[in-house]
């Protein structure tokens, strides 16, 4: 390869760059449709650019154009089948279209492809839950803690469904609900008052 591809790469890197500017807001105000015009040239250029994909993929979610953005993560698939977080993000998509089985297919397949992608099993929560299998969403949950033990979305997830299964008590879920919050206002109530 010689400096003639140097140079395309970079050119096309730069490119993105600009675009991702756009995309992102940086040192400008957003402006998708100048970002998408961007990213179309990169894929011009680069057909299998997956950043270019996936970032495009991500303004598609943001307008609400839902069957564009479920392209360009099958693209990305197309390019990568092992592409694991493009699953998971075709995933969400389905999910927001109100298509749980296909949304239950793609985290399936992501968390086939990667097994310690938390946020995949975070969101196959929200699937079972929404079926109204809380044995199964209980599960899910708990594998993306083991992942994830100190995230505090998943726990917070898991004290509802936990509640709403009757494991643990009203207490405990609003405890769980206010996590450090609220050990600083009791903190605060039981060693703080004057004269204690």
């Known amino acids: 390869m010689g400096s003639g591809y140097a140079q395309a790469t970079g050119e096309v890197e730069a490119l993105f760059e600009e675009a991702q500017r756009f995309h992102l807001g940086l040192d400008q105000s957003v402006d998708y449709s100048r970002a998408l015009s961007l990213y179309k040239q990169v894929i011009q250029a680069e057909p299998n650019h997956k950043d270019a994909l996936y970032n495009m993929a991500h303004i598609f979610i943001a307008q609400k154009r839902y069957d564009l953005a479920i392209s360009h993560y099958k693209r990305v698939i197309s390019i990568n089948p092992q592409d694991s977080d493009a699953y998971n993000n075709l995933g969400s998509i389905y999910l927001l279209q109100g298509e749980a089985k296909s949304a239950k297919r793609a985290y399936a397949k992501a968390i086939q492809l990667n097994p310690d ?12 839950f929404k079926e109204g299998d809380k044995v199964r969403a209980e599960k899910a949950i708990s594998e993306a803690i083991r992942l994830e033990p100190d995230n505090a ?12 299964r009757g494991k643990i008590s009203d207490w405990w879920a ?14 605060y109530w039981l060693f703080g008052r004057k004269g204690v």
Do not use: H, M
């Open 117 to 128: 992608l938390a946020v995949a099993y975070y969101n196959l929560t929200f699937v079972f």
């Open 174 to 187: 609003v405890a769980a609900f206010g996590g450090f919050g609220g050990f600083i206002a009791g903190y």
């Open 153 to 164: 979305d998943f726990v917070k997830l898991q004290s509802q469904i936990l509640g709403e």
